[in-house]
């Protein structure tokens, strides 16, 4: 794995530091683990999935420039579709086969960046984790990249949080995944290796990891 870390540009981390800030006061915004991210090489945050806002909400509580997914719609909004511009949100196209996605995600692994993933493919808003999708651990075994199981609590609901201030980021320790499922990888091993993602952030967060199908 390329241990080589490219330059926090300015204009990342002044958007990410906004978005921690604005999170932080008016939603309660707290982070922990933030030590598990690595801070050198090419990673992928693998994070449940409950709000639009999930994915400014992981990007500002990081401290290195990251990169995610995000539907294409969520860009034409006015403020937000900018504000998800400058965090470096990628659009993807909702309900069909994105390969240009995909070919992005991947050659911003190889440069060093971090990737947020959200293995469920789509927002769930009562609080348990779902069938997770192939994508997070294809790319984790293409790329022989670690994973950062990552739970976000309190987004599903984030207008109460104004009154509430439980939005909670949880950045669990790293892993890789074993050499032997790495090995003549398929179907069948990206869906044991996506549930094994899953558990990683059941764990993290302290909830019950969904049943295989």
């Known amino acids: 794995?390329?241990?080589?870390?490219?330059?926090?540009?300015?204009?990342?981390?002044?958007?990410?530091?906004?978005?921690?800030?604005?999170?932080?006061?008016?939603?309660?915004?707290?982070v922990r683990g933030l030590e598990n991210v690595p801070q050198s090489g090419a990673f992928i945050l693998a994070s449940n999935h409950s709000s639009n806002f999930d994915p400014p909400i992981v990007g500002g509580a990081v401290n290195r420039e990251i990169f995610f997914a995000a539907k294409d719609e969520l860009f034409k909004l006015p403020v937000v579709g900018?504000?998800?511009?400058?965090?470096?949100?990628?659009?993807?196209?909702?309900?069909?086969?994105?390969?240009?996605?995909?070919?992005?995600?991947?050659?911003?692994?190889?440069?060093?960046?971090?990737?947020?993933?959200?293995?469920?493919?789509?927002?769930?808003?009562?609080?348990?984790?779902?069938?997770p999708r192939p994508g997070a651990a294809m790319m984790a075994i293409k790329h022989n990249v670690p994973i950062v199981p990552t739970y976000i609590s309190g987004s599903a609901s984030l207008g109460r949080q104004f009154f509430k201030r439980e939005l909670r980021v949880t950045f669990g320790v790293p892993f890789e995944i074993d050499e032997d499922l790495k090995k003549d990888a398929n179907r069948d091993t990206y869906r044991i290796v996506a549930y094994i993602i899953m558990e990683h952030i059941a764990r993290t967060g302290g909830v019950e990891p969904p049943k295989p199908k």
């Open 1 to 30: 794995m390329d241990k080589r870390t490219p330059p926090y540009t300015k204009r990342i981390k002044f958007f990410q530091t906004f978005a921690r800030l604005v999170f932080k006061f008016f939603f309660g915004l707290k």
């Open 82 to 131: 900018i504000f998800f511009k400058f965090l470096n949100a990628i659009p993807v196209k909702r309900g069909r086969y994105d390969r240009r996605m995909l070919v992005i995600l991947a050659k911003l692994l190889r440069s060093g960046y971090g990737i947020t993933i959200f293995p469920e493919g789509t927002r769930y808003v009562d609080d348990k984790l779902h069938q």
